[in-house]
Each structure stands twice: as structure tokens, then as C-alpha cells.
């Protein structure tokens, strides 16, 4: 679903509660546009599950900052996953190369 029509679904699932303090009817449509406006950039996700916990708990009409309030952090599986960092084999010959130019460069100093 995207953002407009989550707000919007939510925004008539508020009006169902008759919550202190809501819009007059006539309000309503400026309601939703400024809503929209101003939750626009935020993940449907984010979004729904913020309108989750304010139909839960509140006991007067929202605002858009308590919306704000409610959304929850950044989910961490969305991010994306680091490469796994694959360790090259080391061979003997390779370790007594680096050996022989950490003394070689140990010497340069001291001399």
C-alpha cells in the first residue's frame, strides 16, 4: 500500500473512534492533505505501525508530530547485509616474504 492511501485508510479508521478534540467534517479533507504533506517521506511500514500504537493508546485526536513520536526506528533486516569478508590463504612462502620485508624495513630505521 502506498504512503496517501495508508494515511488515508488510517486517517478513517481514527474517525471511527470519535476521539476527543477530532476535525469538524468540513475539515477533514485539509486534514488528510496535510497530513500527506507531511508524512509523505516516511515508509509505509513505519507509518502503519506508528497508526498502530496511536489507535492503541490515545484518547484524543493526533497530531502529526504524535505520529512522528510513534514511528519506530529503522528496522535493522531492512538494512543491507555487509559482504562476508573472505580471508585470502596465506601461504608459507608468503608470511616469510612479509617477515623478511618488516626486518628489512626495521633495519632502514635503525641504521
Known sequence: MQTKDLILERLQRLLC??????????????????????LANVSA???????????????RWP????????????AVASLVEPEKRIEPEVSNESRARVAALIRETARMFRA
Open 17 to 38: 473512534l470519535g476521539l476527543d478534540g477530532q476535525p469538524a467534517a468540513e475539515l477533514i479533507p485539509g486534514t488528510a492533505r496535510i497530513w500527506t504533506e507531511h
Open 45 to 59: 511500514d513505519r507509518l502503519q505501525t506508528a497508526f498502530d500504537a496511536v489507535e492503541q493508546s490515545c484518547k
Open 63 to 74: 497530531t502529526v508530530a504524535h505520529i512522528r513520536e510513534c514511528l519506530p526506528f529503522y
